[in-house]
């Protein structure tokens, strides 16, 4: 998996547990857990985060190992992709998003009653399929109750509120962006954000083209 994405997961996992995680105890994990592809390591910690109570027991890198072994059980097609890759305009062949999305880090009932719910913001990063090829077979499970249950424009996304770039590469502070945003902000930032190409393709689609 990317390094970038271990550090922002296992941040999410130890804020759930109330635990802080140390420089040698990262590198522990990571030295375990660094061969999990990104798509499988989101889903481990998600069914991890649904199991462990919040302030509950950090799991262990051999728990995560076994959850790894769980889900490819699960998804044997994701570890053996069947389906060939073709051209795609929208997705440029991956078959998937990667998205940053603003969420609460506690259950919003978790809050201290008079804090500022914004406070309590942050970005997150996850992977959507696009609805405009069959790439996303490549990456997502193909059986089962985890087939995805939606399928994403580029367009369909920055309607969403998300972005389609790390909104820490323009100093985008988790607190001083807003929840919400409408569909002109997030075109203008989208704008801003993507090369020459994406902007024409997006501006095409919003003139309706
Ligand atoms: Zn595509």
């Not at 369909?156 to 001083?176: A, E, H, V, Y």
């Amino acid at each position: 998996m990317t390094y970038d994405l271990f550090i922002e997961l296992t941040a999410k996992l130890a804020r759930w547990c109330n635990k802080n995680l140390n420089d040698t105890q990262r590198e522990i994990y990571w030295e375990a857990i660094k061969k999990i592809p990104d798509k499988a390591f989101e889903d481990i910690i998600d069914t991890l985060i649904g199991e462990i109570p919040p302030s509950g027991k950090l799991p262990k890198p051999d728990d995560i190992s076994l959850q790894w072994f769980y889900w490819r059980q699960a998804h044997p097609d994701s570890v053996t992709p069947e389906y060939k890759q073709t051209w795609c305009n929208e997705c440029d062949g991956d078959g998937i998003f990667s998205v940053w999305y603003q969420d609460y880090i506690v259950p919003k009932n978790q809050i201290p009653p008079g804090k500022d719910p914004d406070k309590f913001i942050s970005w997150y990063r996850m992977f959507v399929p696009c609805s405009k090829c069959q790439n996303w077979k490549r990456q997502f499970p193909t059986k089962g109750p985890c087939r995805p249950k939606r399928f994403y424009t580029r367009l369909d996304i920055l309607s969403m509120g998300w972005r389609l770039t790390d909104p820490c590469f323009d100093n985008k502070n988790k607190l001083q962006t807003p929840l919400k945003k409408d569909l002109n902000q997030l075109v203008d930032i989208a704008v801003n954000d993507m090369d020459a190409e994406l902007l024409r393709i997006e501006k095409e689609v919003l003139n309706g083209k």
